[in-house]
């Protein structure tokens, strides 16, 4: 069974641009949620999406939006990046909705703004 | 609000010797606990997991205790291998509330011969 796979694993960009990172999650896993890696702030929720409708949301500004598409593949989206901005961005799948307690993280996407 | 207190890394470790990472959260109710793993370049690996309080959970040799009376969840193992060099993030979350993992900060772990 194929793991979860984001694309791409690495990505430079300009202050100012936006960026758009791809999460596909395990086969039959209808939850997708993002969170950002920092040194500085560690790991932080972003957002979670299921079925296609986002669930939860963390403290992160409008900048930051998601969807999810109904073969469950995720998308993120920043906005005028920052330079604060550049982290490692995790995707994980689970796969019940309610009664889930497990999630299964993709490699991530390398996102440096310079 | 929920929040998962590590100790503070590096930890630096001869090989086979016993290893302790201290994990506490705070929480309102009784969340499912987790240690997950992180190697250089890599993703998060889930390692371990307990749902509630008394379990244990283990995989590879590391074990953690899920302990209510002391909202602890330290990591422990009886012998590293330079191998298991990486970063553990301990990690709470609600079920029914749906998949917002809460981490610590991390703990980096280093073993050497």
Redesign the interface.
């Known amino acids: 069974k194929a793991g979860v796979t984001q694309t791409p694993r690495y990505l430079i960009k300009t202050r100012g641009q936006q960026v758009t990172l791809s999460c596909s999650p395990i086969s039959g896993h209808r939850s997708v949620s993002w969170y950002q890696q920092t040194p500085g702030q560690g790991l932080q929720f972003l957002f979670e999406y299921f079925s296609e409708t986002q669930r939860n949301k963390g403290n992160f500004p409008g900048r930051f939006s998601g969807r999810q598409f109904s073969n469950s593949r995720s998308e993120m989206n920043v906005s005028t990046l920052e330079l604060g901005d550049s982290a490692l961005y995790l995707c994980a799948s689970s796969p019940e909705g309610q009664l889930t307690t497990e999630a299964f993280f993709g490699q991530g996407t390398r996102l440096t703004v310079v | 609000g929920n929040s998962v207190t590590q100790m503070e890394g590096p930890v630096t470790l001869s090989e086979e010797a016993f290893l302790t990472i201290n994990c506490t959260y705070t929480a309102t109710g009784y969340p499912?606990l987790?240690w997950?793993v992180q190697y250089p370049?890599?993703?998060?690996?889930?390692l371990l997991?307990a749902?509630k309080a008394d379990d244990k959970g283990s995989n590879k040799g590391f074990e953690a205790t899920y302990r209510k009376e002391t909202t602890s969840f330290h990591l422990e193992k009886g012998s590293v291998q330079v191998s298991d060099s990486a970063v553990y993030?301990c990690a709470l979350?609600f079920?029914?509330?749906?998949?917002?993992?809460?981490?610590?900060?991390?703990t980096q772990l280093k073993v050497e011969l």
């Open positions: 499912s987790f997950y370049g890599e993703g998060l690996q889930l997991k749902t993030f979350i079920t029914g509330g749906g998949n917002k993992l809460t981490f610590g900060t991390g």
